[in-house]
């Protein structure tokens, strides 16, 4: 999983590396900041000329600098390379994204995509920060000290031998008990905002029903709950500190009482210059070991972020691309033969079964059936959103899947029943189906859309900012444009799947008009709820419960087909306009 | 919501104020202890220069038995000392543990309980993500104030405080010279804590102006699919993506330098307090002390080595929580703002309740649930009187506006007869739902008056008002629990059967024994898991269940297609039966057996009848009902 992470720091390789040496040096510096200190000490001790004192001085200040360079270099370099690493795995994650298919989308939900790029991408970069800095910096302070600890300190040294695996143990201990409460607590943290989300959402049903009271004690429960755990687990942690200070209390107890006894029998060679490094010496090793048992922590909470990157990353598409693709398609003809269909290989029902249909190049289909009867798994499969499970599905002559799946798809345009538009001006939206369209292309189509009417009323016409997710249109006006959308690609199979449900039966019964003249040669495939908007066509497939109930033309439908006749009457007694 | 404001003085005085309230005995006692233990750990300093006074005193003697029986005493203190501050330092640290959990929980529930009594004015005017950002993002900063920021401070003041005294106790020369570089110190951390400040925000922006683009794609990625937009997209994402990168390496270059700066500004100040000190020392300086010792020692100078560490260190740690603090503050604002909006008010004095009503038609109120209702009226002398409660709605001259200066309904009459079906039919913003609004008082009316039962419902308790009118609205929101859970929503003491039948009566039964654990299905995330036609079937069986003699159904049958529509409508029939309902629908088909039907535009009434009288009409609802006109 990591390496799987890992693979996208490519260019920042170079900075991470550097920030690597960088630390490494520091730490070096620091290390021996300390030991050079002493001599200071033991040079104004010894009484040496106040040019030697200087001399020492000097050299320190000089190390201040050279750490201070390493330091603030370090600092721009890891910031550099975890902000680059973080814009890579962002890069990555969507270029993958754009390579799943439709079962890969419906797997993920669009805003647990939306949450691994932006905050586990976050939690990734400062972890990754926090490791090139600290991860390697702290076990060399820690491995520096002791060294240094023991070159300077001698006997002296052995406070450590004590106090180091008792802290070490210690805040390993507490890190390894409290973890999992803290994840434990997290998700019943998320939980509860999800709950707190769902009552603000749901407050006129709150109000409504007067749930009010019932809704704060409910909440009371929840919020009481996670206190309790909450301050189990900080409690655990609050540990740390009286742990840390033990630690360094008695290495100081220590250090100074048998010091002084060393110094004043002059035995192990040791000065008060010693005694003083070795206190920060301590402290320093102290502080090391803290810092790891914190590393730990945030490693094991960032696994999580690293885990659902990964999990993305990692997404394979089922789709696969033919050896040798065919680059054209001949016609705009359908042929379903024996095609079975579901959704994923574990679900039990078939979504579709036993489909065998023929469809001519440039004829108009209706589809009509109620809700869940698969009409739209149906039409999925001829663009390849879906490969079928038994069965296969021919275009132009050919099976879906041996077409380059760009030539397929730009053949067969395709207007979804949740059609979306994207920020941006109208004539930019348009655009998504021919880049290179020209304004009189895009007015032609928005012609045939029956969209060209309420986008000339409009002030700024084609230029029209449309917001996110095309809110400041009506859902009848986006439905126009997003079909004149996929009017520009020129398919040869154009697919409406429920895309004029929001538009006038007039508007609906012009655009139908306008498809039948100025796109004769292209197979239309109309998927409606409305009766009216299938009537004309020159077949109807009746759907049923993934299956073809019955196909024919208006008139022999309504004669033969119980579903299709139920379907007529309820809308013809019960009022030409739908939702 | 990123722009950092100058936090507000009050805040902070307000934060501590309830912190005091919440734990009157406890807060003190920790800071106490923090403040305590953090001077005494100033102390082993004195003890420090002791002991190398000792070394230095019979060191050129060698004997080790005299100096221990000096050094003996001073470890003894010192060792005492450090018992009571480690004590000190793990009873501080589990309080506050408790206390800030605990504080937490509560400016939670306060958030939480004060927001349920918010009008729903409120959330229509205020987005889900940002109430909600008040309480993760909100309440999360204000843990850090509380668990760390404060005991921070505190602890580094109170070092600070420590060892600036020990420190003049020893030498005030050696004092100013730390003092003057700490200044600088000081002066470089604000100049780079400010640049960092100035490109944190830009990175916020840059990762929102991200995350909006990513929702967009994600949103839109079927369409970028069908369209193989998907090389343009990525082209569009390296851009935002770039410059999020270039923000982020920014403010974190800034952010990080801040410690090796400050850590080695500190350690050219020791090399300096060391070489003044061994200047002082060598060249016999006089020393001026609040000790008035004027003898300059080896001991002073190793000691102010360590003081100038603890000096810098503790600074350091100060100017590190000071960015915490303000976002603390800033996140405090919020809260306080969220737990200061003033509360729906409530000046009704009539209530439902319970009712016996015998054969002569008097009505008395019982404890027991009867079935029967009435509303219990006191009036202005002291009787009460009881008014049956049967559904009887009428409307006269109302007007209203949300935003002021922006009229939404101008003078709506109607009258609904108990057991009427009313519908409401017109375009998108024609004022429809706000009329469902003001009959449950979600919205108090400009002009005009309302009246249920015949009392005005200014009158009536909005608790008891709401209970006695069932609602079932185009967003269903659902309940993460059992199926079951969510119908016996309606009415909390429902028993099984009740609910079931509730179900039963709306037509939703026969789906949800089809449903893998039947009633005891969990529905998660707002019934992600099911079709939006069965959550509004289970909507529907929620008001059911509650039995209220008014109902209000605004586009409740919306997502169910028309062929189990027709399916649904018996159960919907046999649930309007006997009551009053108002329905509000796009599909003709749902309100034509409506008994009156209100055609409304731009806030008026413009056409009203049955579906009869309104075809013969050829008016609007003719125009609409052929579908020569387009509703949206």
Redesign the interface.
């Known amino acids: 999983m990591i390496k799987r992470l890992l693979k996208s720091v490519r260019e920042y390789k170079t900075p991470t590396i550097w920030t690597l040496i960088l630390i490494l040096m ?1 730490a070096v510096i620091e290390t021996f ?1 300390p030991f050079i ?1 002493a001599r ?2 033991n ?3 010894a ?1 040496v000329a ?1 040019a030697e ?2 001399k020492t ?1 000097v050299l ?2 000089i ?3 050279l ?2 360079l ?3 270099g ?3 370099t ?3 390379a ?3 690493f ?2 890579n795995l ?2 990555d994650m ?2 993958k ?6 079962e890969n ?1 419906d797997k993920f ?3 647990s ?2 949450t691994r ?2 905050t586990d991408v ?1 939690n990734v ?1 400062m972890s990754f ?1 926090m490791i090139t ?1 600290i991860a390697l910096r702290s076990p060399l302070m820690l491995i520096f000290s002791i060294i240094m600890a023991y070159i300077m300190g001698g006997i002296l040294a052995s406070a450590f031998v004590i106090a180091i695996p008792v802290l070490g143990i210690g805040l390993f201990k507490i890190a390894q008990k409290a973890m999992p409460a803290f994840r434990r607590v997290f998700k019943k943290y998320d939980r509860m ?24 004690e409910k ?2 429960v929840a ?2 709950d ?2 309790t755990d ?2 189990k687990a ?2 655990l ?3 740390n ?2 742990l840390m ?2 630690c360094v ?1 008695f290495n ?2 220590f250090i ?2 048998i010091g ?2 060393l ?4 035995m192990g060679g040791i000065g ?2 010693q ?2 490094a070795m ?2 010496y301590g402290m320093q090793i102290l502080m090391s070991l803290m810092m790891l048992s914190m590393i730990y922590v945030m490693l094991t909470m960032s696994a999580e972020s690293a885990k659902r990157i990964s999990e993305v990353l990692e997404e394979t598409p089922s789709l696969s691309e033919p050896n040798n693709p065919i680059t054209s398609v001949a016609d705009g003809s359908v042929e379903f033969k024996d095609v079975s269909f579901k959704y994923s290989k574990n679900a039990k029902l078939f979504a579709l079964s036993d489909i065998n249909l023929k469809i001519a190049s440039g004829m108009t289909i209706g589809i009509i059936g ?3 009867s698969s009409k739209s798994s149906l039409v999925q499969l001829i ?1 390849r ?1 879906y490969d079928t499970t038994e069965g296969s599905v021919l275009v132009g002559g050919k099976d879906v899947r041996e077409y380059d ?2 030539t397929l ?2 053949a067969v ?2 207007v ?1 029943q ?3 538009l ?2 941006g001006t109208i004539k930019e939206n348009l655009k ?2 021919n ?1 290179n369209a020209t304004d009189e292309e895009i007015k032609e189509a928005c012609k045939i859309a029956a969209a060209d009417e309420f986008v000339e009323q409009f002030p700024d016409k084609y230029e029209t900012k449309i917001e ?2 095309g809110t400041n249109v ?4 986006r439905q126009r444009l997003c079909i004149a ?1 996929a009017l520009l ?1 020129k398919p040869k199979i154009l697919i409406l799947d429920d895309s004029t449900s ?6 609906d019964a012009k655009i139908r008009k306008g498809l039948k003249e100025y796109l004769p040669e292209t197979t239309k495939i109309i998927i409606a ?1 409305r009766v ?1 908007s299938v009537e004309d066509a020159d077949m109807i497939i009746v759907m049923d419960n993934g299956r073809i109930s019955e196909t024919g033309t208006h008139q022999q439908l309504i004669e033969s087909s119980e579903i299709y006749r ?2 007529y009457e ?2 013809t ?7 | 919501m990123n722009n950092r404001r100058k936090p507000n003085p009050h805040t902070i005085k307000r934060v501590i104020k309830t912190l005091f309230s919440f734990y009157p005995v406890l807060f003190p006692i920790t800071i106490a202890f923090i403040l305590i233990s953090s001077a005494a750990a100033a102390v ?1 300093d004195i ?2 220069k002791k ?2 006074a ?3 005193k ?2 050129e003697t ?3 038995s005299g ?1 221990k029986t000096e ?1 003996v005493p001073a ?1 003894i203190t ?2 005492t000392i ?1 018992v009571v ?2 004590i000190m ?2 009873v501080y ?2 309080l ?3 206390i ?3 504080f ?2 509560k400016m ?2 306060k958030m ?2 004060g ?3 918010l009008p ?1 004015r409120y ?1 229509d005017t205020h987005k ?1 993500g940002d ?2 950002s008040t ?2 993002n909100d309440i999360d900063t204000l843990r850090q104030l509380i ?1 760390q920021a404060i005991p921070s401070l505190l602890r580094a003041g109170a070092v600070v405080v420590c060892v600036f005294g020990v420190m003049l106790y020893y030498s005030i020369w050696m004092t100013l010279i730390l003092l003057v570089g700490v200044l600088f110190m000081m002066f470089v951390s604000k100049k780079a804590g400010s640049g960092s400040a100035k490109y944190f925000i830009k990175q916020q922006k840059s ?1 929102g102006r ?3 683009f ?21 082209h569009e ?2 851009e935002i ?2 410059k ?3 923000d ?6 800034y ?3 801040l ?3 400050i ?3 500190g ?2 100040l ?3 307090m ?2 003044m ?3 002082f ?3 016999g300086i006089r020393n001026i002390a609040l000790s008035f010792n004027p003898v300059f020692s ?1 001991a002073i ?2 000691t102010f ?2 003081m100038t ?1 603890q000096f810098t260190g503790n600074l350091n740690q100060c100017s590190q929580q000071i960015n915490a603090i303000v976002m603390a503050l800033a996140g405090a604002e919020r809260v306080f703002a969220l737990m200061d909006e003033l509360p729906e008010t409530d000046d009704g004095y009539v209530t439902l309740v319970n009712a016996v009503i015998d054969d002569k038609g008097n009505i008395t109120e019982t404890d027991k649930r009867t079935g029967v209702w009435a509303w219990k009226h006191p009036h202005g002398d002291g009787t009460l009187t009881y008014t049956r409660l049967s559904g009887e709605v009428t409307l006269n001259g109302v007007d209203f506006e949300y935003e002021e200066g922006k009229p939404v309904l101008h003078d709506i009459t109607l009258y609904a007869k108990t057991g009427q079906k009313v519908a409401f039919v017109g375009a ?1 913003g024609a004022g429809k739902t706000t009329i469902t609004n003001l009959l ?1 008082r ?1 919205y108090d009316i400009a002009d005009g008056k309302i009246r249920y039962d015949g009392i005005n419902i200014n009158k009536i308790k ?3 008002l ?2 006695s ?3 079932v ?1 185009q ?1 269903t ?4 629990g059992t199926v079951m859970d969510n119908i016996r ?2 009415k ?1 003491d429902a028993t099984d059967e009740e609910c079931i039948n509730a179900a039963k009566l709306v037509g939703a039964d026969d789906f949800i024994t089809r449903l893998p654990s039947g009633y005891e299905t969990v529905i998660a ?2 019934g ?1 898991n099911i ?1 939006q ?1 069965q959550r509004q079937l289970i909507a529907i069986a929620r008001a059911a269940v ?1 039995d209220p003699p008014v109902m209000i159904l605004d586009e409740a049958t ?7 529509e ?1 399916i649904v409508q018996k159960g919907m029939d046999s649930l309007m039966k006997g009551r009053t309902v108002f329905v509000i629908a ?4 749902t309100v ?1 057996n409506s008994d009156v039907i209100m055609v409304m535009e731009q806030g008026r009434i413009i056409e009203r009848g049955n579906h009869e009288e309104l075809i013969a009409k050829k008016g609007k609802y003719y125009q ?9």
């Open positions: 520091e900041i200190t200071l000490v040079n104004i001790q009484q106040i004192v200087i001085g320190l200040i190390m201040a600098v750490s201070l390493c330091g603030g370090a600092a721009f890891s910031a550099h975890s902000a680059g973080a814009k962002r890069h969507f270029q994204i754009q390579t799943f298919d439709f989308i939900s669009s805003s995509l939306v790029m932006t976050t970069q920060m800095r905002n999800e709950s707190i989300e769902e009552n603000v959402r749901a407050m006129r049903v709150v109000k409504g029903f007067s749930r009010e009271e019932y809704e704060k909440f009371g919020a009481q996670i206190c909450f301050t900080e409690r942690v609050a540990l500190m009286p200070q033990l209390n100081s107890v100074l009482y002084s006894k110094v004043i029998n002059r008060i210059g005694i003083s206190l920060t109620g809700t869940g663009p959103l799946i760009e798809r730009n345009s395709m979804l949740k059609n979306l994207f920020s998504w189906g880049e996110q997710g009506s859902g009848g006006q959308r690609k929001a538009v006038d039966t007039k508007t709820q009216a139920e379907i309820q809308q007694s019960g009022g030409g306009s739908d939702e | 082993p003890f420090i002991v190398i000792i070394i230095e019979w060191g060698g004997n080790w100096a050094l470890m010192l060792v450090y501050a480690l330092v793990y640290n589990q506050m543990a408790v800030t959990q605990g937490l929980a939670r529930q939480f309980d927001m349920q009594n729903i959330f889900t109430i909600m309480y993760t668990s990762l991200a995350e909006g990513i929702q967009e794609m994600m949103n839109g990625q079927k369409i970028i699919k069908v369209f193989c937009h998907e090389n343009q997209a990525e994402f390296d993506n770039e999020l990168r270039d982020s390496s920014r403010a974190h270059a952010a990080n330098s410690g090796p700066i850590m080695n500004i350690n050219v020791y090399v300096i060391a070489v000190g061994g200047l020392y060598l060249l080896l100078a190793v080595l360590n560490k998108t449950n979600f909005k608790s008891d709401r209970r009118l069932g609602i609205l967003d929101n659902l309940f993460t929503y309606g909390l995330n707002n992600a079709s036609g509650a919306s997502s169910i297609d028309t062929r189990t027709a796009h599909r003709l088909s034509k609409l009902y052929t579908g020569a006109f387009e509703l949206e």
